[in-house]
């Protein structure tokens, strides 16, 4: 965990120091839905819970309408009593379509925090697609889902797979 941290946080610095002038940070947060769903054979299940993400983004502009917006996000949802803890690391390629309106898709690497989450790989990638709208320079609302591409489950048997999807809504705000 400490290595793929280190290397995200290696990756922003590069990218700030190559687009300075034109990059710009803040804070997001919103409603965060975990859904995780097992196939094997002709059986499929899943199950989803709700809750919270807040964290922080930066956005660097690599052309007039396209900007690359490195985020990390901690998220928790609860269900039945019980809560799971993940980091959520986004980074979303946003075309703007037009004035404030942009689309979004990108990588989505996510992190279980919880211990006793045994039998899972804890670490996933997603590949995640949305839309956002900037209200002003500062604030602006986004919408995204990430479909799980990786197997959750350590040592899966053949035919058998677990992926977590996630839903995102919330606001940001730019510095």
Do not use: C, W
Not at 14 to 30: D, H, I, K, M
Not at 42 to 57: E, K, M, P, V
Not at 81 to 106: C, H, L, R, W
Not at 144 to 150: A, E, H, K, N, P
Request: glycine share 12%; net charge negative.
């Amino acid at each position: 965990m400490k290595k793929v941290l280190f290397s995200i946080g290696l990756a922003l610095l590069a990218f700030s120091n190559v687009n300075a002038q034109e990059a710009s940070f803040g804070v997001t947060a919103g409603f965060h839905d975990f859904k995780i769903s097992v196939s094997g054979g002709d059986l499929t299940a899943s199950d989803n819970a709700s809750g919270f993400y807040a964290g922080f983004f930066a956005e660097f502009n690599v052309a007039e309408k396209f900007n690359i917006q490195p985020e990390i996000h901690y998220a928790s949802v609860f269900k039945d009593g019980e809560t799971t803890n993940e980091i959520v690391i986004p980074v979303m390629a946003k075309y703007y379509i037009s004035d404030g309106f942009n689309v979004q898709a990108g990588p989505q690497f996510d992190y279980v925090l919880d211990g006793d989450a045994e039998g899972i790989n804890k670490l996933g990638l997603g590949l995640g697609l949305g839309v956002g709208y900037d209200f002003t320079d500062k604030i602006f609302a986004a919408s995204r889902y990430s479909i799980g591409l990786s197997n959750r489950i350590e040592d899966a048997p053949s035919g058998i797979s677990s992926k977590f999807n996630t839903f995102q809504i919330g606001l940001g705000y730019r510095f």
